[in-house]
Every structure is written in structure tokens, then in C-alpha cells.
């Protein structure tokens, strides 16, 4: 683990064509043995003109067709490896909850989760994290105390402080308490989790004075709810791009709060002609993990938008994205047929309001669910509905809805906005 660090440390610095070159090396290789030895990809990689013996050129990787999570679901087991490589380990299995619809089934191997923890360790180097300290990680399942943040790594890269898990499903409040009596220098969560304690923290005028650094992930961390964060606890927040089925895709530069893409994946993010974007552009998310050969997803469309950034002055060639703007059903649609980002800056102190999730009905109605201390004055519900429509520049009907709690998807993911206006 520590070799590969230092190999990481050598390649992040190589230009980008280098970078891309020698993950063009990796990608013959697995198209290779998915030719080979996948059904799904026999003939589909033939079509494609793709032939082991001969070189593989960025435009007949560009050729091949996308592979979408319906697929996967359909196709499942002709997606399995009849032979993957045994130096590549055990084969294990695993399921996406994601936000909506069928679980998906995937399997991978000891080498896809080692690289998985090559780049979470990373990602602690890169920010400078004391393995010394204590973290709390806010997750699904029980709550409970492990001897190492790297628990299930084998063997353990460093002996660090404790990691404490602490169970996604206990009120707010009740986290809240055990985060006090853990005092953890690092806090780690589902994005929305960790904004909801904060935004809870800033209401109580509870302060984390020992909170040096909050982790996020798997949702889309908006740029009002890192200000949110930062403004409960003055501590650093920074941001994971992963999912359970392709691994470590993305991680915050050291410098600034774009991402890096590492060099496990080779990630796209395509137009809707499927061209390459260019930096500023706002395109599909496309990635092709390059050490998972007991199921390789190959140019899989992950169902997430994102926009590309310029080169990083940081001097690392590693690809840099702007920022990971969510998913389509995510996207306000405006009467013009127009699709946009709703950051909705709606976390106000001045609101009583613990949580919120955006429902749009139709091109004309929203909806504003809301979890409160209290019912919202006139005046104050006004307010709400105002700065939503001058927020997205339209003037939406907007009604309100009062809840006892807004409940999350299995996997714990939960989604600020969501249109039920087709596309
Ligand atoms: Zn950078």
C-alpha cells in the first residue's frame, strides 16, 4: 500500500497526456479480457473494432456505445467475468441502493478495493490529516467503536486514532451528542448528514472547536452547504466523489475545492452529442473503472452531471472537475423546456427550518417540503416562496408542506430536489 502511495505520488505530477497514455495501457488490457471472457462485451467490442492485437486509439475508444445502469440491471450476470485473473483475489459482491428505482448488483475483486483504499489514503496525505487523531464517521448501520480508521485494510497502512461510527439512522440531536462526547479532529458523512448537523449546530450555537476537518460524500455537496459548514464549525470541508460500484473517482486538490480524477478510472463527461466538454461545460458523467475485471463497466454512464475545470495550478496533470453538479431528475426544468441547477442558498438562519427537499410537480408548481422547529409565519412563508422563484428566475407556484421528518432512500442517500417533470 505505502509502494503504491509512492507511485501515486510519482504519476500525479506527469503531464496529461502521459497520465492519459499509460491509462490507455491498463484500458487495452481489461477491454482485452472483457473481450475475452464477458459475454456482454464479445460481440459489442467486436463491432466496435476493437481487437487485441491492435492498437487502441482514444477515437475507437470514443466509439464504443455507452452503458447505462439499465443495462447493467438487465444484463447482470453476462456482465460477470468467466475468468477473472487469481492474482486479482477473492471476487466479492455488492448492491447500489442509489436514490431511485432497482438496486444494482455488482461484483469486483481485492485488487479494485485495494486500489479503492490506495486513493482514500491518499486522499488523507493529500489534506494533511494527523493519523494520530480521533474520526467520526456518521454511516448506515449500528453505531460502534473501531481501533483504525483503515479497519478492514489488511494489513492496516498506519496505526492511527480511533474511528467511531456513529449510526446514520439516530436523530440529529442524538448525533450531535455523541460528536461532543467523541470530540473527533475529523467528521465524515453523507453530505446532506453532515449539513443537517451543522446547520442544527449554527441554530443551537453549538460549536465543534476541535473539529478540524469535515468529510463528504456520496451527494451532492452545494456550494451553500459547504458555506453552511464552514460557518458552523470554522473547520476545512471536503468533498468525495465515489460510488459503491466504481470506487474512488474523484478527490478534492490539496489547494483548492475542485476535484482531482485519479488515475483508477478513466472518467469523461460528455455533451449531449456525447463530444468531450470543455472546461466551464456541464456535461454526463462516463467512467470506465481500469482495475475491476471480474465486472468491468467500460464507458458506464453513471447518471451524474458534472462541470469541467481548467488545468490546476496546483501542477498535478490529474483531470480536474469543477464541480459535481447531481443528477438529471435533479435539474429544474423551466416552462422554456430549460434545465438548470437549482443551488437553492436556502439554508437561512433566519428560517426556522431544520430540513427541506424541493418537489417540482409540473413546469408551473413546486412544492417546498420543509421539517421546522415551528410553522412559518405569513410573512416568512413569503419569504421562502420569493427567494426560491428570484433563486431559480422564475416566478413558480410555490406551495408549502410542513413534515415530521423527510425520509431517506435504503442506502441513506437523500436528494434536496427532485423533478417529476419528464424530460
Ligand atoms: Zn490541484
Known amino acids: ?3 503504491m502511495q509512492f507511485q501515486l505520488n510519482q504519476s500525479q505530477w506527469l503531464k496529461a497526456d502521459d497520465l492519459r497514455r499509460n491509462q490507455f495501457r491498463q484500458l487495452h488490457a481489461l477491454l482485452t479480457h472483457a473481450q475475452a471472457t464477458v459475454p456482454f462485451y464479445q460481440d459489442r467490442l467486436e463491432a466496435a473494432g476493437f481487437h487485441a492485437k491492435r492498437e487502441l486509439t ?21 456482465l460477470y467475468s468467466r475468468a477473472v485473473p487469481p492474482t486479482h483475489g477473492r471476487i466479492t459482491e455488492g448492491t447500489t441502493s442509489g436514490s431511485v428505482g432497482n438496486p444494482l448488483r455488482f461484483k469486483s475483486t481485492d485488487l479494485a478495493y485495494f486500489f479503492w483504499h490506495a486513493f482514500n489514503l491518499r486522499d488523507h496525505l493529500w489534506h494533511n490529516n494527523d493519523f494520530s487523531r480521533k474520526m467520526v464517521a456518521i454511516r448506515v448501520g449500528e453505531s460502534m467503536n473501531l481501533p483504525n480508521w483503515f479497519h478492514g485494510v489488511e494489513p492496516e497502512p498506519f496505526s492511527t486514532g480511533p474511528l467511531v461510527v456513529v449510526s446514520s439512522s439516530a436523530g440529529t440531536e442524538d448525533q450531535i451528542r455523541q460528536i461532543i462526547e467523541h470530540q473527533p479532529t475529523y467528521l465524515l458523512g453523507h453530505a446532506t448528514q453532515v449539513t443537517l448537523i451543522a446547520g442544527e449546530c449554527l441554530r443551537r450555537n453549538i460549536r465543534f472547536p476541535w473539529l478540524r476537518e469535515a468529510r463528504v460524500f456520496a451527494e451532492m455537496l452545494t456550494p451553500d452547504a459547504r458555506a453552511l459548514i464552514k460557518r458552523a464549525w470554522g473547520a ?16 478534492q486538490c490539496p489547494l483548492h475545492e475542485h476535484f482531482h480524477v485519479q488515475e483508477g478510472a478513466i472518467l469523461e463527461v460528455l455533451d449531449a452529442e456525447g463530444i468531450a466538454c470543455k472546461p466551464g461545460e456541464v456535461g454526463r458523467v462516463v467512467v470506465t473503472p481500469l482495475h475491476n475485471f471480474a465486472m468491468p463497466f467500460i464507458r458506464y454512464d453513471l447518471g451524474d452531471f458534472a462541470e469541467v475545470g481548467e488545468p490546476c495550478d496546483c501542477g498535478r496533470g490529474l483531470p480536474v472537475l469543477k464541480a459535481i453538479a447531481g443528477r438529471v431528475r435533479n435539474m429544474l426544468v423551466l416552462p422554456s423546456g430549460r434545465k438548470i441547477w437549482p443551488f437553492l442558498g436556502f439554508y437561512r438562519d433566519t428560517l426556522p427550518v431544520r430540513q427541506r427537499q424541493v418537489i417540482q410537480h409540473s413546469v408551473e408548481h413546486v412544492e417546498l417540503k420543509l421539517v421546522v422547529d415551528r410553522r412559518l409565519t405569513p410573512a416568512e412563508e413569503d419569504e421562502a416562496r420569493s427567494h426560491f422563484c428570484e433563486t431559480v428566475g422564475h416566478r413558480f407556484r410555490v406551495t408549502l408542506s410542513y413534515l415530521d421528518q423527510i425520509p431517506r432512500s435504503a442506502g441513506g442517500k437523500f436528494e434536496e430536489f427532485i423533478s417529476l417533470v419528464s424530460s
Open 1 to 3: 500500500m505505502l509502494a
Open 58 to 78: 482514444p477515437q475507437l475508444f470514443q466509439n464504443l456505445p455507452l452503458l447505462s445502469r439499465r443495462e447493467v440491471q438487465d444484463h447482470g450476470p453476462d
Open 236 to 251: 476545512k470541508v471536503v468533498d468525495i466523489y465515489s460510488t459503491r460500484e466504481c470506487g474512488y473517482l474523484a478527490v
